[in-house]
Nanobody, 120 residues
Framework: QVQLVESGGGFVQPGGSLRLSCGAT????????MGWYRQTPGQPREVVAS???????DYGDFVKGRFIISRDGAKNTVYLQMNNLKPEDTAVYYC??????????????WGQGTLVTVSS
C-alpha cells in the first residue's frame, strides 16, 4: 500500500510564498517521478512541476521561475517552494507520484489535495 501525505497549503497575500511538502510511504522500491498538479473548479488538472528519478525537473509555463521543486530521496519526499504568488495561483494542489512497488509493479498515486489561496 502506497500513500501520499501532503502539507503546506494555506492562505497568502499576493507576492507571498508558501512551501508544499509531499511524502510517499509504503511498499516502495523506487520513485520514478514526483510532482505537483493543480486544479480550479471547472478546469482540468494542470501540471505545476515534476522531478524525475534522475533529478530532471519540468515546470508549467505559468511558473516562469517563481516555483522550485526539490526532493529528499531518502525520505521519498518532494517539496514545492512557491514564491511571488499571484491570485491566479489559487487552486487545489495535488501531489502525484509514479513509482515501482516492492512487488515490482508500476503504480501511480495522487495525494488528497491541499488548498492554496492567494488573495489580498
Amino acid at each position: 500500500q502506497v500513500q501520499l501525505v501532503e502539507s503546506g497549503g494555506g492562505f497568502v497575500q499576493p507576492g507571498g510564498s508558501l512551501r508544499l511538502s509531499c511524502g510517499a510511504t509504503g511498499s516502495i522500491i523506487r520513485i520514478d517521478s514526483m510532482g505537483w498538479y493543480r486544479q480550479t473548479p471547472g478546469q482540468p488538472r494542470e501540471v505545476v512541476a515534476s522531478i524525475r528519478h534522475g533529478g530532471t525537473t519540468d515546470y508549467g509555463d505559468f511558473v516562469k521561475g517563481r516555483f522550485i521543486i526539490s526532493r529528499d530521496g531518502a525520505k521519498n519526499t518532494v517539496y514545492l517552494q512557491m514564491n511571488n504568488l499571484k491570485p491566479e495561483d489559487t487552486a487545489v494542489y495535488y501531489c502525484f507520484t509514479a513509482l515501482t512497488t516492492t512487488d515490482f509493479e508500476y503504480a501511480e498515486r495522487w495525494g488528497q489535495g491541499t488548498l492554496v489561496t492567494v488573495s489580498s
